[in-house]
């Protein structure tokens, strides 16, 4: 009797997902080929942009003591190591024939994904805030966003970022897998991955749901009222702070919408599989990314000029030969 127990405990062991396949973007050799010259490509302008934008930041005493930028630096930190979680892992599965992940680093992925996901969300929003202050309350602004403000705002969203993923890691590593391991994607989230549980998810689905489909829905509304409240406002300033102040807004707008509106669709919905899905996800985690640094920079007198005093100084240091 003992002995079949122990065969049985065996079997269930045995049968345990320790990995996943991940399916990818295309089963094309050809396709996958030229999938990789792209996103090579794209992988190669998130780190260059985002870490040029890093450093002019810190290199700059001037920006480093705007709010704004000092929350642009952030951000893009986060887009640099969020590209870093997805990309590498799909590169490399482009050029080989078998994708894939270790289940401990599909709960990595989901872990690091969610933690700088939604820090990023949270400074999004800090920087909406920074914003309505800038064009609400000109004459206070220098006093309400202090430097001290600013610490502990960027302190709270990393902080709320990190609880937010602990929950999701938290919710699936509880599930059992003893089945399929396939997943529909290139990389490892919440929605595919809890499809694969050999249980019953609806509780699991509806806490993810309210978490992750709650939390972005929530921060996108907040973001699109206080720029509303910001256009109001801008209908009794001058033209030319006007026209200033609409294209800072419109760029933070750009951004908020290519992150926030795949994340609401993505979330805030049953875990059922659409055709769009992937495209989504490859903006979310790849285009976006991409594009912060060129939304925050070519229109950005300030940006620019202090990225030619970083040429110069990097010329003076490194003179060519």
Known sequence: MSL????????????????????????????????????????????????LIVVTVRADTHLLQSPMYYFLGHLSFIDLCLSCVTVPKMLGDFVQEDKIISFSGCLAQICF???????????????????????????????????????????????????HSITQVTLVIQLPFCGPNKLDNFYCDVPQVIKLACTDTYVVEVLMVSNSGLLSLVCFLVLLFSYAVILVTLRTRFRQGQNRALSTCASHLTVVSLIFV????????????????????????????????????????????????????????????
Request: net charge positive; proline share 4%.
């Open 262 to 321: 795949p994340c609401v669709f993505i979330y805030l919905r049953p875990f059922c599989s659409f055709s769009v899905d992937k495209v989504f996800s490859v903006f979310y985690t790849v285009i976006t990314p991409m594009l912060n640094p060129l939304i925050y920079t070519l229109r950005n007198t300030d940006m620019k000029t202090a990225m030619k005093k970083l040429r110069k100084t990097c010329d003076i240091l490194l003179p060519c030969p």
């Open 113 to 163: 994904l969610h933690f700088l996901g939604a820090s990023e969300m949270f400074l999004l929003t800090a920087m909406a805030y920074d914003r309505y202050v800038a064009i609400c309350n000109p004459l206070q602004y220098l006093t309400v966003m202090n430097h001290q403000l600013c610490l502990q705002m960027v302190f709270a969203c990393w902080c709320g970022g990190f609880v």
């Open 4 to 51: 079949g127990i122990l065969d049985l405990m065996k079997k269930e062991n045995d049968s345990k997902v320790t990995e996943f396949v991940l399916l990818g973007l295309s089963s094309s050799l050809e396709l996958q080929l030229f999938l990789f010259l792209i996103f090579l490509l794209f992988y190669m302008a998130i780190v260059l942009g985002n870490l």
